[in-house]
């Protein structure tokens, strides 16, 4: 299969397989990023944002893959990043440039996705996804994603001390 035939679909059973060797939550982070960054070329930036412990109102990035960012600590009431955080549901935004919640990470973004992960029913982070391209995330990109996002979540469920 070539990447350029992938569709988000086709990466659903790629990811069920990297939960089930992941050694760590951080490993799994790692190999989702790397999956979704390689295989999907329209996701330009893929990375978790992870709810720092203490105080529990501030996003730290965690794993990711694409261009640095300027936004390595993003707080709950700030950017799309803390709109999904702190709402606990999924966003997709097709066009950044018209919402005012958006935080610039490249120039060239275009389109974002931001999937809370949930642990016990509480969000403990979340999977955050940019394109180069206007409105990259349908229906299917969604469903792939939250399903990465509910993989860590169980995981880390599964592994809690
Ligand atoms: N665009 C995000 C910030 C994170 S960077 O895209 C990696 C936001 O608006 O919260």
Redesign the pocket.
Known sequence: MTTTNLKPNDLIRELDALAKTAASGEALMKSIVALLHEKLTKYN?V?F?MLEKEGGDMLA?GP?K?TM?P?TR?PLN???????ASSGKTIV?DD?NS?S??????VE?KS?I?VPVFVRGKVVGEL?I?SHFLAAFGPDDRKLCEHAAALLGKFLEAHAH
Request: hydrophobic content about 40%.
């Open positions: 930036w990375g944002y990035l990711f694409g960012t936004h993003i700030q950017g799309i990043c803390g709109a999904a935004v950044v919402d919640r958006y935080l610039a990470c490249s973004t974002e931001v955050d940019d």
